[in-house]
């Protein structure tokens, strides 16, 4: 099963500490990672940033909510406890423990006020907007305006020229490392222009090893018999490896016949080349930059 929302994660969670005994987050992940039946994929699941798994940032923000709405109490670094009122909201809400309970105890939206976060207007808000933390929120914001940008990179791709086309795919190399200087590699992308082969290009610096290229900017899907010549023209130059780049998709019998052959050929699609001018800041600029951050638990220890 996927990881639960942090809401339908807060009364296992509070289940698990109603022991009365001391407990470390890590120890709750585990725990609870067993009880609900989560599968080592699902409790390795990573937050688009790769920086924190989805199970640990999810209970972090129920254990957050737990300590606003005093259900649980620290009692040393990284260590907590359920306090009195947490028993009593486990005896009296057996089946669900949300957002909408927690509105309903003392001193909570005073807290949440404090930490300047915006409480939902009802109970149903609170299910409907605050299934995903805060942290999942803004990297899904972010997801869909990076979805956005590519779609209209892609537009633009295919509204050019193919000249600017081919320097497109010239910057992009060179930001990945391939080619040597910029000037190296544009002289040696559109160089061949013959037998199915649009350019060769160095794989390192040093030019231990050659990549041959083929760039279109189509519309059409790019299907299997393109891939066959293209196959076809690195044997003729004895080439090992290739690169097929189009503005285009490329069809399932394309993408089954380049994984089986002997050559190594990679396919990249209009999506992933935008994708990848993204990564590498080819055609874009950055318009604002956000930081994250989260509390320093070894500047609080004041036993250190």
Same mark, same amino acid.
Do not use: Q
């Given at each position: 099963m996927a990881v639960p929302d942090f809401q339908s994660l807060m009364r296992p969670l509070l289940e698990y500490i109603g022991d009365g005994r001391e407990h470390t987050m890590m120890e709750c992940k585990q725990a609870l990672a067993e009880r609900l039946g989560l599968s080592k994929e699902d409790t390795d699941e990573l937050l688009p940033s790769g920086r924190q798994t989805v199970?640990?940032?999810?209970?972090?923000?129920?254990?957050?909510?737990?300590?606003?709405?005093? /259900?649980?109490?620290?009692?040393? $670094?990284?260590?907590? %406890? +359920?306090?009195?009122?947490?028993?009593?909201? /486990?005896?009296?809400?057996?089946? $669900?423990?949300?957002? %909408? +309970?927690?509105r309903q105890q003392p001193g909570y939206e005073e807290a949440r006020a404090s930490k300047k976060e915006k409480a939902p207007a009802s109970a149903e808000d609170a299910d409907r907007d605050l299934a995903l933390t805060p942290e999942e929120t803004i990297e899904e914001a972010h997801q869909k305006l990076r979805t956005s940008l590519a779609d209209e990179l892609l537009v633009r791709l295919k509204a050019s020229s193919p000249s600017f086309f081919e320097r497109v795919v010239v910057e992009l190399l060179v930001r990945m490392g391939y080619g040597g200087s910029r000037r190296d590699a544009g002289e040696a992308i559109g160089k061949s222009g013959d037998e199915g082969i649009d350019g060769i290009i160095k794989e390192d610096r040093l030019g231990l090893d050659t990549i041959y290229l083929q760039a279109k900017r189509w519309e059409n899907t790019v299907g299997r018999p393109e891939i066959q010549k293209f196959a076809g023209a690195l044997q003729g130059f004895r080439a090992r490896k290739g690169i097929f780049i189009t503005t285009a998709d490329f069809s399932g019998e394309a993408r089954e016949y380049a994984g089986r052959i002997d050559s190594k050929i990679v396919l990249i699609d209009g999506r992933q080349l935008c994708s990848l001018m993204l990564d590498f800041g080819i055609g874009v600029s950055t318009v604002a930059t956000y930081e994250v951050k989260k509390v320093d638990n070894d500047y609080f220890d004041e036993g250190a």
């Open positions: 199970l640990l940032n999810r209970l972090h923000w129920a254990k957050s909510h737990f300590r606003m709405a005093g /259900l649980l109490e620290s009692t040393g $670094r990284g260590v907590f %406890r +359920i306090t009195d009122r947490g028993r009593t909201v /486990l005896k009296t809400h057996p089946n $669900r423990v949300d957002l %909408r +309970i927690l």
